[in-house]
């Protein structure tokens, strides 16, 4: 009997949902759960929201006591007591649930994490359930940077590039790739569940999607779906081989072959500094015209829409930005990465792009800019994110996810602390995307609102 004892003593503890003690974190404005809020007691123990907003807490020795929690979260913020802490006291009782509210100072909403390991690993340990098909761990990925998709053959096709993997710090440095469906059941409002089916090695890991010959990581970009001539769908991107040093060295078009289900080399550029698609596609008509326009944040070049004109570099025009971003007061904002798209309800071309050598973060301020074309001209912007000594880049839209005509919008972008000089990655957040949604009817978005029309 003693050795029983003895043996259950030094046994972990292991909680079971009546055990716990269930926090939600909402959004006050929407009542919705907030995902990445830290909850920190005196002692420095965190527990971080899943996506649902929700933290099942556990703590040993801090069981069903009243605990002080401090509230922090990149763009939300909770009221701070008499002495400055921004935080709230609860009594952690087994079995029981508290809410706390807070406040977004974002103009985007914070929806949910995209990518990586343990969507919903709060929800899970306390007998909530969650809305996907794999909530813990798909495909074995645990991160992965800078995110493309488009529609193909009547599915959603993403792309990612550099992947992280459970079993060793190196994983898949030569394009991850999924898909999932493109409609939501019965055009309801779009709820942030997304299904990936990704391409996956005999181990179950995200396979080598783009395994270029030569030394270094494989990167795609510019993916779009093109038409040749006998009217075939063809999915194609362009791809670089890349040195440590981040300098590109090679790189050319590729294109997805579908029986076996990898990119191939279509086409190697002489001099890898060639004009070429690169960043998000657009497409625009200009003059009885149909062209696909390509750059990192604005337009820089374009060719016609079809399959031989990719192909064909000859074809490839350049274009010149009109571009000079300014927020309210006048001051320079310096654009990094971003992505332009057609809005149908303000009737403009809208940029959503990251700001370089920033503040509070050198790469994780996000704005907003309308233009009545995609080349321009580009003025006033408004801040709709921050992030505090954190990087957001690469951002993305989904105009494919857009409801209400245009008026929200969703875009996601990859959240880590590569170029932030911070040290203390987000556990489980870092190196993913994260999505967000955007109301275009805030009145705090009309400095970037233009009037002209092409």
Not at 39 to 62: C, K, M, Q, R, W
Not at 269 to 290: E, V
Request: proline content about 7%.
């Amino acid at each position: 009997m003693k050795l029983k004892l003895l043996l259950a003593a030094s046994l972990p503890f292991v909680a079971c949902a009546g055990d716990l003690f269930v926090i939600r974190v909402v959004d006050q404005a929407t009542d919705r759960g907030v995902p990445m809020v830290e909850l920190s007691t005196v002692h420095g123990v965190t527990y971080i929201t899943d996506n649902a907003g929700v933290v099942a807490f556990d703590e040993p020795g801090l069981m069903d006591i009243p605990v002080f929690f401090k509230v922090t979260s990149h763009g939300y913020e909770y009221p701070k007591d008499g002495l400055g802490f921004p935080g709230k006291r609860l009594v952690t009782t087994p079995g029981k649930t508290s809410t706390i509210q807070v406040k977004r100072i974002n103009l985007a909403e914070r929806l949910c994490r995209l990518t990586g390991g343990g969507l919903y690993h709060h929800s899970l340990r306390a007998g909530l359930g969650a809305p996907i098909k794999q909530p813990l761990l798909n495909a074995k990925v645990l991160g992965s940077d800078s995110v493309h998709t488009t529609i193909f053959r009547n599915k959603l096709y993403w792309l990612w590039g550099d992947t992280n993997r459970p079993r060793y710090p190196l994983g898949n440095f030569h394009v991850t790739m999924a898909t999932s469906p493109l409609s939501r059941k019965g055009g309801l409002r779009f709820d942030a569940r997304v299904n990936y089916s990704y391409f996956t090695d005999k181990d179950g890991f995200a396979r080598k999607m783009a395994p270029m010959e030569g030394k270094g990581p494989t990167w795609l970009g510019a993916m779009l779906t093109l038409k040749d001539k006998k009217g075939n769908e063809r999915l194609v991107a362009t791809y670089v081989k890349v040195r440590k040093s981040m300098e590109v060295y090679e790189a050319g078009l590729c294109e997805f072959n579908s029986d076996k289900e990898v990119f191939e080399k279509r086409f190697t550029f002489h001099n890898p500094k060639s004009l070429r698609p690169n960043g998000h596609p657009l497409r625009h008509r200009l003059d009885g015209r149909d062209w696909v326009y390509c750059g990192s944040t604005l337009p820089d070049m374009r060719f016609p829409d079809n399959y031989e004109s990719w192909l064909d570099p000859s074809t490839y025009v350049s274009v010149k930005a009109d571009a000079n971003f300014t927020d309210m007061e006048g001051s320079k904002v310096k654009r990094h990465h971003g992505h332009v798209t057609w809005n149908p309800w303000r009737k403009r071309w809208i940029s959503i792009f990251t700001q370089s050598w920033a503040k509070p973060s050198f790469l994780g301020e996000i704005w907003y800019a309308e233009a009545p074309a995609p080349e321009g001209p580009w003025r006033k912007a408004v801040k709709i994110m921050t992030h505090d000594r954190y990087s957001f880049y690469n951002p993305m839209q989904h105009p494919y996810w857009a409801e209400n005509n245009g008026r929200v919008i969703y875009f996601e972008g990859t959240y880590t602390m590569t170029f932030s000089s911070n040290r203390n990655p987000t556990p489980r957040y870092d190196y993913n995307q994260i999505l967000y949604r955007l109301d275009l009817s805030d009145p705090r978005l009309k400095p970037a609102q233009v009037s002209t029309v092409p």
